[in-house]
Nanobody, 118 residues
Framework: QVQLVESGGGMVQAGGSLRLSCSAS????????IRWFRQAPEKDREFVAT???????YVADSLKGRFTISRDNAKMTVYLQMNNLKPEDTAVYYC????????????WGQGTQVTVSS
């Protein structure tokens, strides 16, 4: 079984930066890719970025230029670097894993809160 743990959230002023981490453990060989999502209060969950273990990843068009996704295969960790943060980036950020053979992103972390003050 695969487990995901997010970390790195916190409170930052507008214009600041944070780096979120998503660490995978367990049967990590079954992970095909990992995605970041976010959900703000009273809003739908939003796709942020995706990466698998062999490519450079992809960030949602609306966030390109400010957010970057990367990975450390040796540490089985995916990072989300967030720069020039805005108050509208305030949300709970989740990572999710696509486990081979399951057909979708069925494994989720507990989430980490990001709060950006103006």
């Amino acid at each position: 079984q695969v487990q995901l743990v997010e970390s790195g959230g916190g409170m930052v002023q507008a214009g600041g930066s944070l780096r979120l981490s998503c660490s995978a453990s367990g049967r990590t060989s079954r992970i095909y890719s990992i995605r970041w999502f976010r959900q703000a209060p009273e809003k739908d969950r939003e796709f942020v970025a995706t990466i698998n273990w062999s490519d450079s990843g992809y960030v949602a068009d609306s966030l390109k230029g400010r957010f970057t996704i990367s990975r450390d295969n040796a540490k089985m960790t995916v990072y989300l670097q967030m720069n020039n943060l805005k108050p509208e980036d305030t949300a709970v950020y989740y990572c999710a894993a696509f486990e081979q053979g399951t057909g979708g992103y069925n494994i989720w972390g507990q989430g980490t809160q990001v709060t950006v003050s103006s």
